[in-house]
């Protein structure tokens, strides 16, 4: 499996990064992450470039880093500084140095050449500096599975009702078709469910009485991040489509980042318009969005399983596929552009 490398992903929340030096892996890449004295982040190819053993097994002397095999040492961009015994400096004595940027308390690694690095692509939603919405960061859930069939379950929302049934989910959800809009930037997949039962989440957090109409809206972000737009409001509002903040509201945001062909990591966080200063109410929806992601889990797990495997098996492609269909398109394009581009 190839990776689109001209893209902004997650290395982690901010809260992860501390003058401990800390090891991520992202697409087969093993990374150095450190911060320097000032706090600014480090992100370097975690391999002394004379023995291989990885950085992240050294120490941070100031803001440099030491090879803890024979002491070479290298400063931030990566260049050495200091080999123990030797006086002259090789060229060839350099690590790899990944652009890092930190915002909205998250920490983002640019994997593609650091020329093309532009602060201005990294991701961002409006809600996160609107005063109305609670922004919380929940867990960084490792999945044993490929980093495209989590995208595709980000932009699905037929599986809540099979995969979910006690949280996101409910039967009379099954039948309803799911609609796309797979002409912008982002893939769309959505649909509403009208006058029916709430949902547990929503039977926990909304107070409701009487039926609800019920949203999800799947929002893909190219390459792999996931904003998910639900909510419920009372039936008789009739809600409209424009109309939602009206509702209760809530955005689950999924950061992808690849790890390897077989393994990623799903930074998950909520955002919400209901009951913003109240922590517990964000620790209880963590919980039950620990649940249903584990459901998540253990579904693409098993499918990894049985994809490595065997893998030569044919599926079949559904009406609900859609959007998925488009998406694996797209980073396939992504990739091969990316190709053609360095050669
Ligand atoms: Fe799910």
């Known amino acids: 499996m190839k990776f689109v490398r001209q893209a902004w992903y997650v290395a982690g929340w901010s809260s992860e990064f501390t003058r401990i030096i800390t090891r991520i892996t992202i ?112 867990d960084a859930l490792y999945f044993q599975s490929n980093y495209l069939n989590v995208a595709e ?37 959505w649909r509403w469910i009208r006058d029916a039962p709430p949902v547990g989440f929503f039977k926990s957090f909304g107070n409701f009485t009487g039926n609800v109409d019920r949203w999800h809206y799947y929002y893909l972000y190219m390459p792999s991040i996931a904003v998910i737009d639900f909510g419920s409001a009372n039936t008789s509002w009739n809600l409209k489509e424009e109309e939602r903040h009206k509702g209760v509201r809530v955005f689950t945001v999924h950061f992808l980042t690849p790890v390897s062909e077989t393994e990623c990591i799903d930074r998950w966080m909520h955002l919400r318009n209901i009951q913003i200063d109240d922590e517990e109410v964000s620790r209880k929806m963590d919980e039950m969005f620990r649940l249903a992601f584990d459901e998540d889990k253990a579904i693409l797990e098993a499918i990894q399983q049985e994809e490595s495997r065997s893998s030569n098996q044919q599926t079949i492609s559904l009406a609900i596929d859609k959007a998925p269909n488009v998406y694996r398109l797209r980073i396939k394009r992504m990739i091969e552009n990316e190709v053609n581009s360095n050669t």
């Not at 050294?58 to 400063?75: A, K, P, S, V």
């Not at 009702?161 to 797979?182: A, M, Q, R």
């Open 153 to 189: 379950n980000l932009v699905d929302p037929a599986h809540v009702s099979f995969v979910h049934p006690t949280t996101l989910g409910n039967p009379e959800s099954e039948n309803v078709t799911v609609k796309t809009d797979i002409s912008g930037e982002v893939l769309v997949a």
């Open 27 to 138: 697409m087969n890449e093993n990374i150095a992450l450190y911060r320097t004295k000032t706090g600014k982040i480090v992100a370097l190819q975690d391999r002394c470039p004379h023995k291989s053993l990885p950085l992240s097994m050294g120490r941070l002397i100031d803001d440099n880093i030491q090879c803890g095999y024979h002491g070479m040492t290298f400063n931030p961009e990566g260049y050495c500084v200091r080999i123990p015994g030797q006086g002259s400096i090789p060229r060839s004595a350099v690590v790899k140095n990944f652009p890092v940027q930190e915002k909205n308390d998250i920490v983002w690694i640019w994997m593609g050449p650091p020329e093309k690095a532009d602060e201005k692509e990294i991701f961002h939603l409006e809600e996160f500096d609107n005063s109305g919405w609670k922004s919380h960061q929940g």
